[in-house]
């Protein structure tokens, strides 16, 4: 084996060693979550140099260089103050916005929409590059197949989701089966599955370039109103649903693996942390669970919102967890240890919707029906600014990769890109 070249992820922090094989060109994967400004970075390389036969002491200059760089990104993140102002406000859709993502990039952006089409967007010009039309009803989730980003998906209320090339707008498979509406899509990690969650009780999985169905996972004997593949290898998909249980899925079978029971009402979101270690839970009984993926078993409850759990989020290394929540406040957990309450956000006048933290995670986003998002200190719980303008409801919100951009959708009929 032979050593070509280093790549560097900066969220979470890692390195991609492309190296090769008998002539084939493979990669792997360093995963570096535990890095910060306070890393000594020379002990660390020497220790990576220790257990990584690809990584000799030839390369080791060049390994502490690409080192600083990524300590260098998760520095810049944290807050500076720097604001971030109205870029550019996308407004054809003639009703209100469902959902909105960016690409790896951060150049394009989708807006999913109540009118029953998604808007590709050119976040430099503001243009809709593409409308992608042929939902019969809501598209109610967008996204793209990360990290190459040259397709997305869609879910709608019309029963089925969709694939689509971004660029013609040309549908390249339509996903049936679902018996009612389809309020959550996602493509596997490598792309080549793409997983529905429905209000039929039932999620589903898919081949992403035919669209044909592989597995349906039943169980549930509620809506499933979200669900995830496992960041890493997408071998894993976990549901939540109204019914008040997470259901843990194999995709090579179609049975259950495991269900997480605990909670006394519906769920609302589910999230696994990035080594997929944790899962973590919100729901309307006003709480939020941390579970060991593995034991299969409840780590730990909070119940210090006053009313119900609307979401939650992982930082990228998995060491925090953020809820949000219909008491207008947002909270932070320290998920590694003893489940500390680390931060509460407090200054929305209604719901917090949405919350989710900026790539390196000095920062958390959170979106509120008071028609604001706001950004936040995550280690004092301090507003470092308020995201005003809409004129209706914030319900989706998202930072971009690169952490330099952030996008927000409203009941106005309105998606905002903040830079």
């Known amino acids: 084996m032979r050593l070509e070249k280093f790549h560097l992820r900066y969220h979470p922090p890692g390195l991609v060693l492309e190296y090769l094989q008998k002539g084939v060109s493979k990669t792997k994967e360093i995963d570096l979550l535990e890095l910060d400004s306070s890393t000594d970075i020379p002990a660390l390389a020497t220790e990576?140099?220790?257990r990584e036969p690809l990584l000799t002491a030839e390369v080791d200059p060049q390994l502490r260089q690409c080192l600083l760089m990524l300590q260098k990104r998760t520095e810049h993140e944290g807050p500076s103050g720097k604001r971030f102002y109205i870029y550019k406000t996308l407004q054809t859709h003639v009703l209100p916005l469902t959902n909105v993502a960016f690409d790896k990039t951060g150049s394009t952006c989708l807006s999913g929409s109540y009118d029953r089409t998604c808007k590709v967007w050119d976040v430099e010009s503001g243009r809709d590059v593409t409308t992608l039309t042929g939902h019969q009803n809501v598209v109610?989730?967008?996204?793209f197949n990360f990290p190459l980003c040259n397709r997305v998906v869609t879910g709608s209320f019309d029963k089925s989701a969709r694939v689509w090339d971004p660029l013609s707008g040309e549908c390249l498979s339509a996903l049936?089966?679902?018996?009612a509406e389809v309020v959550a899509a996602q493509f596997s990690p490598r792309g080549d599955h793409v997983a529905t969650a429905s209000m039929d009780s039932t999620a589903k999985l898919y081949d992403a370039d035919t669209g044909a169905e592989i597995h349906t996972y039943v169980g549930h004997?509620?809506?499933?109103?979200?669900l995830q593949f496992d960041p890493n290898e997408g071998s894993r998909i976990i549901t939540g649903s109204f019914d008040g249980t997470i259901s843990m899925w194999d995709t090579r079978v179609k049975d259950r693996v495991c269900v997480l029971m605990g909670h006394d009402g519906e769920i609302s979101n589910v999230q696994l942390s990035w080594d997929s270690r944790l899962v973590g839970s919100s729901s309307l009984d006003r709480s939020a669970k941390l579970w060991d993926a593995r034991e299969r078993a409840c780590l730990a409850t909070v119940s210090g919102h006053t009313d119900e759990v609307l979401d939650i989020s992982f930082d990228w290394?998995?060491?925090?967890l953020a809820t949000a929540s219909s008491d207008r406040s947002a909270r932070v957990y320290d998920v590694k240890t003893d489940f500390k309450e680390l931060a509460v956000m407090t200054g929305h006048r209604d719901e917090v919707s949405k919350v989710c933290f900026s790539p390196a995670g000095g920062s958390l986003l959170t979106a509120?029906?008071?028609?604001?998002?706001r950004i936040w200190n995550t280690a004092t719980g301090n507003c470092i600014q308020v995201l005003s303008g809409?004129?209706?409801e914030i319900f989706s919100c998202a930072f971009s990769y690169a952490g330099d951009a952030i996008i927000t959708a409203s009941k106005d009929n309105s998606c905002r890109v903040w830079r």
Request: aromatic share 6%.
């Open 48 to 50: 990576l140099v220790a």
């Open 140 to 143: 109610y989730s967008v996204g």
């Open 176 to 179: 049936w089966g679902h018996r």
């Open 221 to 226: 004997t509620a809506e499933v109103i979200a």
């Open 317 to 320: 290394a998995g060491a925090r």
């Open 368 to 373: 509120s029906a008071d028609r604001s998002a």
């Open 390 to 392: 809409h004129e209706g």
